[in-house]
């Protein structure tokens, strides 16, 4: 069964804290992605990996940076974190390839920044 | 514009109701396409692909329109469980293959 683990289902952290958030995965994918899902806007693309030491902006980086040091965890740092970074995290894996990818998602990091 | 858009919602259904969701994208270059389902504080899951032909997979329709360039769902004979949200997802070829989710569509089916 294809396994993405985040490590922790709820956070609070507050402003400025520098945040890590981690992300497992045991299926062997290339390619790793961390979203943000928030009410009325959807999911968000913040970065993602097609290998290891590999990275790429997706959509909104800004605040955020990611490390990828091994192929089966993809870690999103939040600098400084901020209110407005209050979100549901989702991290997500698929297999290499440009097209007809099935990304298998994390359960989901809840964090609130006060 | 958004690259891909839903209607919220919510679809309020009694059980046993025939539901259809639309989703439209704006990407002429858009080259697959997937319905996932996303329980409430859950993570999404696919629910299946959408083929250029159609598909179905039990209660379950899926059909493509490139010319006017928007995917539908069809649920049929609604279940309390089929309550969710359900998310239009589009990979864009020209875009190293990243998929693009539309905000989902909230589906609630009462007894």
């Known amino acids: 069964d294809v396994k993405v683990t985040q490590s922790s289902r709820y956070l609070v952290k507050r402003t400025g804290e520098k945040v890590f958030l981690e992300c497992v995965q045991d299926?062997?994918?290339?390619?790793m992605f961390w979203y943000r899902q928030d009410p009325g806007l959807g999911l968000r693309l913040i970065y993602f990996?097609?290998?290891?030491?590999?990275?790429e902006k997706g959509d909104i980086p800004e605040g955020y940076s990611v490390s990828r040091e091994k192929k089966e965890r993809f870690s999103l740092i939040l600098e400084s974190a901020s209110t407005n970074q209050t979100s549901m995290y989702l991290c997500?894996?698929?297999?290499?390839?440009?097209?007809?990818?099935?990304?298998?998602f994390g359960a989901g990091t809840r964090l609130s920044v006060l | 514009r958004k690259e891909v858009e839903q209607d919220p919602g919510p679809f309020n259904v009694p059980e046993g109701a025939t539901v259809a969701f639309n989703c439209t994208y704006s990407?002429?270059?858009?080259?697959?396409f997937f319905w996932y389902r996303q329980d409430c504080r859950k993570e999404p899951k696919l629910l299946m692909s959408?083929?250029?032909s159609g598909n179905e997979d039990g209660r379950f329709t899926a059909q493509l329109n490139r010319a006017s360039q928007y995917i539908s769902l069809l649920i049929r004979d609604s279940k309390l469980s089929d309550s969710a949200t359900y998310l239009c997802?589009?990979?864009?070829?020209?875009?190293?293959?990243?998929?693009?989710f539309g905000q989902g569509t909230e589906l609630s089916v009462k007894p």
């Open positions: 997500a894996s698929s297999l290499r390839g440009t097209t007809g990818n099935i990304q298998y």
């Open positions: 299926m062997d994918h290339e390619n």
């Open positions: 990996s097609y290998d290891v030491k590999m990275k």
């Open positions: 990407n002429s270059a858009s080259q697959s």
């Open positions: 959408v083929y250029s």
């Open positions: 997802v589009v990979i864009i070829y020209n875009q190293g293959g990243k998929l693009i």
